[in-house]
């Protein structure tokens, strides 16, 4: 039994993956190929299918349309199979799946039935030491906290060094100030070891803050793929911009090369789009800015105080609504009359959706 | 395409592993429900005269009696079962923390001695009713204890824990949220339980009745010492007194629609709620501290129900133990010993064999999820509410037929046969322990099997374990406390077992349960003492394994 890696590619590929249930199109057919050491996260909302791509990835499901390779192996095809055990990938689940009668130590060593004694125990040892458990391998999961529980779920996974380690929301069971901390270093033991990681969630903070690029799957299909900030400020569908972040809507319409709304003219940034189009610009609130301004052409009525920063939530004469995040250095009360500026670098141009 | 998925798919994880075999757990149901459905099935081919015969003669007075004590003890076991439950877990008083597992005690005295022991003592010839004939020179006035309402006062006394225990349990999952939320609006503790805890608590009450009634309606030797005959008894002296297996099967197929009509009103009273309140973290409700002649009243009563129930029964058990200790005659020891062999063997094979079936459709269900499997399970638990007697009639009914064809088969190769193989050895009885109590070890076993999520099997085959390394170090560890709860409650409950005991027997084969039952019919007390003390000692077991866990949790 092979549990050391040859130190091959670890690059995993999907090619037009399709699962169904029923009439339900789980996933479909969705493609993308992930980096040796990358680390991805398949971001969505719940019953996108990140979940299900995620178990097709890791053998637990096969697809029924499709290819998945991982390293130079295909691992999932027409005529091709290969089992959990044999995909060289370890899994952190979002409820651990820790065995609940073995000890820390026990757990951790499970997957290296393949080494000797002493090779194990060294192994379990570096492990404990990587996720910073030293001294609590002797413990039962139910005597250690839930944050440690996550890092011995990690160690468990880490320790036959697969070539992918998958990870099914394993942070949306810890609290705030825990699930920030683990995320971070997380991504630290996880890049340290040039491990590809995939991680699924549905937590845009998340994915932004850990991954080397993000995919944003919806109802089974691959929306976009890209770095968080193309993400961010590139959207390519509504869906995105609309999924990742707060976004305002605004109706527009293109004239002679430019688009002219309410809040403004802006040129349009090398798109395509034929004159008297109706469009829809999409403005994130760190784009808006606004100086006060007793003839300006909107009215603050509402600032949300968010610590570092104010959430202004402005009405245009039209009765629109529009939100600006500005730093709480300084507050302007609601109420007050200002002039609206938008970062014309940052818009994103959607064509108005039918009806 | 479609078909070579479904072919893949069958190797998965989770779909067709590991006593997947659908045959095994169907074969398995078949087997527990055939003695059943027979007996029920009866009724939709009625043999008229028969039922004509037991209308003129037994039947108008069984049905009314099994009314009576239905409704008696339904209410008895209620009204303190809940009213005890709701006393220690609502209240402070002297002894709260004692009395609160003392009151479950009962629990290990069968309703059959227990009622041998209140008949002796009040009788007529009894000590009560000979001392207060020397002191008033008459007991004429004493009430009848050989009466329906003695029969109602025994098994409230010895039931009501089922009560108790369930509904002290839903009591304590009342949040002490809901608690302070009545109390700010406005409600006293008297309203709070009326219109907060008992409706919450129903469901568990309904459990606790339901156990005490399907335990009533089983009964059929209490019953005999008071002169009080039901349908239950009326079966087994059919059966065992005229050997008349027709009438038997009649008067079996009624009792069966009775039980049936008690798990449609248990299951009507639970509704769909769960059983217990999901309480959170938050606290139980919290204690009052009763002041007064309350707080000395409430020790006074929950005294006076454990003497009752508890000591007394006991106590006198121990005086007949010495008495027969010291004048014990020869062989005695030797006749103890069997009954305990006989009974220790019988239990042992009961619970292997309803471990093992249980184990079986429990995996079934979980492994493959089916919806056929899920009904069969279902229906399988069934016996539990079953009496004893229809369980006994149902076994008779389905192997003696195989019985005679299989005797037939091997005297043409053997001389004289072997004679009735499965009714007239022990494999009858088994058989008929199983079907009654594979739901105590399947309840007990699917809990275990809880904590066996699907995620922990993928895990260890991610981590590259084979599926024998996965059944020996993840699921039989997680399962095997499970497994011995559920020996342990099927081992019990067959020790202390009667009616199928009584019916299913090869002849001359005692147990100790059968013996204090012999005994305590002719009279012979100090007889059925040993025995007795015997039973209630293994009765312990599981009640101090109830305990604990109430106290774990």
């Known amino acids: 039994m092979a549990v050391l890696q040859d130190k091959g590619s670890s690059r995993v590929e999907l090619h037009n993956v399709s699962r169904f249930f029923g009439d339900v199109k789980a996933v479909n057919e969705v493609s993308f190929s992930i980096e040796e050491g990358e680390f991805f996260s398949l971001l969505g909302p719940s019953g996108c299918g990140k979940t299900t791509t995620l178990r097709l990835i890791a053998g637990l499901d096969r697809p029924d349309a499709g290819t998945i390779t991982i390293g130079q192996e295909g691992v999932a095809g027409e005529k091709v199979w290969v089992g959990p055990e044999k995909r060289g990938i370890g899994i952190v689940f979002q409820d651990y799946a820790l065995f609940p009668h073995m000890t820390v130590e026990q757990n951790i060593a499970f997957g290296l039935d393949g080494l000797n004694k002493e090779e194990a125990r060294q192994r379990t040892e570096e492990m404990l030491t990587v996720v910073g458990l030293v ?47 683990l995320r971070n270093e997380t991504r630290r033991i996880l890049k340290e070891r040039g491990t590809t990681t995939i991680l699924v969630t549905h937590d845009q903070e998340e994915a932004f803050s850990l991954s080397d ?44 090369g430019v688009v002219v709304s309410d809040i403004g003219s802006f040129p349009l940034n090398g798109e395509k789009i034929n004159d008297s189009n109706a469009v829809e610009i999409m403005i994130r609130p760190d784009d808006v800015d606004f100086v006060e301004d007793g003839g300006g052409n909107a009215t603050i009525v509402e600032a949300r105080f968010l610590g570092a920063s104010i959430m202004y939530i402005m009405q245009l004469s039209n009765g629109k609504v529009l939100h600006s995040l500005k730093p709480s250095t300084k507050a302007i009360p609601t109420g007050a009359k200002v002039q609206i500026k938008v970062d014309a670098a940052h818009i994103v141009l959607f064509p108005k959706a039918v009806g | 395409m479609k078909n070579y998925t479904s072919v893949v798919n069958k190797l998965l994880p989770g779909r067709g592993r590991l006593l997947s075999l659908p045959a095994l757990p169907f074969l398995i149901a078949v087997l527990i429900i055939a003695p059943i459905l027979v007996v029920a099935s009866t009724l939709l081919t009625p043999t008229w005269d028969i039922w004509q015969h037991l209308w003129e003669n037994l039947l108008p007075e069984m049905m009314r009696n099994t009314a009576l004590l239905l409704i008696g003890v339904g209410v008895g076991t209620f009204v303190i079962g809940a009213g005890l439950a ?138 005999r010492y008071f002169n009080f005959p039901t349908l239950s008894e009326g079966v087994v002296r059919v059966w065992n007194g005229m050997m008349d297996l027709d009438a038997a099967r009649e008067l079996a197929g009624l009792l069966a629609m009775v039980a049936l009509v008690l798990i449609l009103f248990e299951t009507t009273l639970r509704g769909r709620s769960r059983y217990y309140q999901t309480g959170g973290k938050s606290p139980g409700i919290p204690r009052t501290q009763l002041v007064g002649w309350r707080k000395w009243g409430a020790t006074a009563l929950c005294t006076m129900v454990v003497a009752v ?34 009974s220790i063997l019988l239990a042992g094979l009961a619970s292997l064999f309803a471990v093992i079936a249980a184990l079986v459709m429990a995996s079934g269900v979980r492994i493959t999820g089916g919806k056929l499997v899920k009904f069969l399970a279902r229906a399988a638990t069934i016996g539990y509410a079953m009496p004893g007697a229809v369980i006994a009639v149902g076994i008779l009914l389905t192997v003696t037929t195989l019985d005679n064809s299989l005797n037939t088969l091997i005297e043409q190769y053997w001389e004289g046969g072997l004679g009735l193989l499965i009714t007239g050895s022990i494999i009858g009885l088994v058989y008929g322990y199983v079907v009654r109590y594979m739901a105590v070890a399947y309840n007990s076993i699917d809990a275990g099997m809880e904590k066996m999520t699907p995620n922990l099997t993928l895990a260890a085959r991610i981590l590259r374990a084979s599926r024998w390394r996965i059944m020996w170090r993840i699921h039989l560890p997680l399962v095997a406390p499970g497994i011995f709860a559920g020996a342990a409650l099927v081992f019990v409950d067959v020790m202390k077992e009667l009616p199928i005991t009584v019916m299913l027997r090869p002849f001359g084969y005692d147990t100790l349960a059968v013996w204090v039952w012999q005994m305590a019919a002719e009279s012979m007390w100090s007889g059925a003492a040993l025995p007795a003390l015997t039973i209630l000692l293994v009765g312990l077991i599981p009640v101090i394994y109830l305990t604990r866990i109430s106290a774990g949790k």
């Not at chain 2, 459990?207 to 059929?220: H, N, S, Y």
């Not at chain 2, 006991?314 to 014990?328: H, K, Y």
């Open chain 2, 86 to 223: 709701w006393l220690v877990v609502a209240y402070r008083f002297p002894g709260q923390s004692v009395f609160e597992w003392l009151l479950i005690l009962p629990l290990v005295i069968p309703t059959y001695i227990m009622g041998f022991i209140y008949m002796s003592t009040f009788d007529f010839a009894g000590p009560v009713q000979t001392f207060l004939r020397q002191w008033l020179g008459s007991s004429d006035w004493f009430p009848e204890i050989r009466s329906g309402a003695g029969a109602v006062l025994v098994m409230t006394l010895a039931l009501y824990p089922y009560v108790y225990m369930l509904a002290k349990a839903g009591f304590q999952g009342l949040s002490s949220t809901a608690y302070e939320a009545a109390r700010v609006m406005g409600m006293g503790p008297g309203k709070f339980l009326l219109r907060i805890a008992l409706p919450l608590a129903r469901p568990a009450i309904a459990g606790g009745v339901a156990l005490a009634l399907m335990e009533t309606l089983a009964d059929f030797a209490t019953v």
């Open chain 1, 213 to 256: 690029r993000v995919g944003v799957l919806n109802l089974g299909r691959l929306e976009q793929i890209g770095t968080p900030a193309e993400i961010y400020h590139h959207p390519s569908t509504r869906f995105v911009a609309d999924f990742v972040g707060k976004a305002d809507f605004v109706a527009g319409s293109v004239e002679g």
């Open chain 2, 309 to 342: 129930a508890f000591g007394l029964p006991v106590l006198q058990l121990v005086l007949w133990a010495s008495e027969e200790i010291t004048a014990m005659p020869e062989g005695t020891i030797e006749v103890y010993t069997a009954l305990i062999m006989n």
């Open chain 1, 135 to 181: 001294g609590l391998g002797k413990r039962y999961p139910h005597e250690i906290s839930g944050g440690q529980c996550q890092r011995v779920a990690l160690a468990r996974s880490l320790a036959p060094l697969p070539k992918v380690i998958l990870l099914d929301e394993p942070f949306s069971n810890l609290d705030a100030d825990l699930r920030e901390e």
